[in-house]
């Protein structure tokens, strides 16, 4: 506040001294300005590093949210072994030991499934049977050597193939719920394949897409088009010892003739209403 002083007063040397009171205040008032600013400038500072530590808590907090507590698939329907041990996914999706087969019964499949599968370096047999597979995309597997794919029936000859395209070795290839062509059937005559089971659409001259099968010691096939006149080019192959054929359009007849020829090969005749799953 100014001092004001009486008129009697109003001498220079008391008009100096009240400047001076005066000057002295506006100088005192300006210094708690200063310090108030500074005051307010930390305070703002600090509001603002809070702020971000607060966003970026609740950034990760979203993400925690989304990525780990959010609904999975139950890993836990699928039964995985390790040195002939069943084991299965825990919780949190990590597994005990090492698997080396993954084998799944009437339960779903994602295609996040087949990708954690495919990321499991020890992972040498994939085996689904009675399961919806419709548009997964199994081509993901390429290091695994043994398949079995019994009763999915929603599978198409495009899924087949893209496996035989894409896996870099298959040594065992078991499926019979949908038919396979003479074309899928030279995709799967690049692999060293000595275990076969297919369903095929071939008739007597398309048997002989078989002889590229080099390796081939076991075939179970299911086909209504051959007859006995197809029967005579198993003679030939040789390291063939196991045939197992189920077909009403063969005969016991023919099945014996194939056997005085080859009476080392091993052949079972079986109608084919009596036809199991893989």
Same mark, same amino acid.
């Given at each position: 506040?100014r001092?004001?002083l ?6 220079p ?11 002295t205040e506006t100088l005192?008032?300006?210094a708690?300005f ?16 809070c ?5 970026v808590?609740?950034?990760f907090?979203?993400?925690f949210?989304?990525?780990?507590v959010?609904?999975?698939?139950n890993?836990?329907?699928?039964i995985?072994q390790?040195q002939?041990?069943?084991?299965v ?10 698997p080396?087969h993954f084998?799944?019964?009437s339960?779903t ?8 599968v495919?990321?499991m ?5 994939f ?6 597979l419709a548009d ?8 695994i050597p043994?398949?079995?794919l019994?009763?999915n ?5 495009k899924?087949i ?7 870099i ?6 499926i ?10 030279v ?9 076969l089971?297919?369903r095929?659409?071939?008739? $007597?001259?398309? *048997?002989?897409i +078989?002889g590229?099968?080099k390796? /081939?010691?076991?075939l179970? %096939?299911? &086909?209504?088009? !051959?007859? $006995?006149?197809? *029967?005579?080019? +198993?003679?030939?192959?040789?390291? /063939?010892?196991?045939?197992? %054929?189920? &077909?009403?359009? !063969?005969?016991q007849?023919g099945i014996e003739?194939l056997?005085s ?7 079972? %005749? ?8 893989c």
């Amino acid at each position: 506040m100014r001092l004001t002083l009486p008129l009697p007063f109003f001498h220079p040397p008391f008009l100096a001294a009240v400047r001076l009171a005066n000057i002295t205040e506006t100088l005192y008032n300006f210094a708690n300005f200063e310090l108030f600013y500074v005051r307010e400038a930390k305070m703002m500072k600090r509001v603002w590093q809070c702020s971000l530590l607060l966003l970026v808590f609740g950034l990760f907090l979203v993400l925690f949210l989304f990525f780990w507590v959010a609904p999975k698939e139950n890993l836990s329907a699928y039964i995985l072994q390790a040195q002939g041990h069943s084991i299965v996914f825990n919780e949190s999706g990590s597994i005990w030991k090492h698997p080396t087969h993954f084998s799944c019964n009437s339960k779903t499949i994602t295609q996040r499934t087949i990708r954690r599968v495919a990321n499991m370096p020890h992972i040498y047999s994939f085996e689904v049977r009675n399961t919806d597979l419709a548009d997964i995309d199994m081509s993901e597997l390429r290091e695994i050597p043994h398949w079995l794919l019994g009763g999915n029936n929603n599978l198409t000859e495009k899924q087949i193939r893209d496996i035989a395209d894409n896996v870099i070795e298959i040594q065992s290839f078991h499926i019979n719920s949908i038919p396979l062509g003479k074309e899928t059937l030279v995709a799967f005559s690049r692999h060293p394949i000595y275990q076969l089971t297919i369903r095929a659409n071939l008739n $007597d001259g398309d *048997l002989s897409i +078989f002889g590229d099968f080099k390796q /081939l010691e076991f075939l179970r %096939l299911f &086909s209504q088009t !051959i007859t $006995d006149e197809g *029967l005579d080019f +198993f003679v030939s192959m040789e390291h /063939l010892k196991t045939l197992i %054929l189920h &077909s009403d359009e !063969i005969s016991q007849e023919g099945i014996e003739k194939l056997q005085s020829k080859r009476p080392d090969l091993r052949i079972t %005749l079986t109608p084919w209403f009596e036809t199991p799953c893989c």
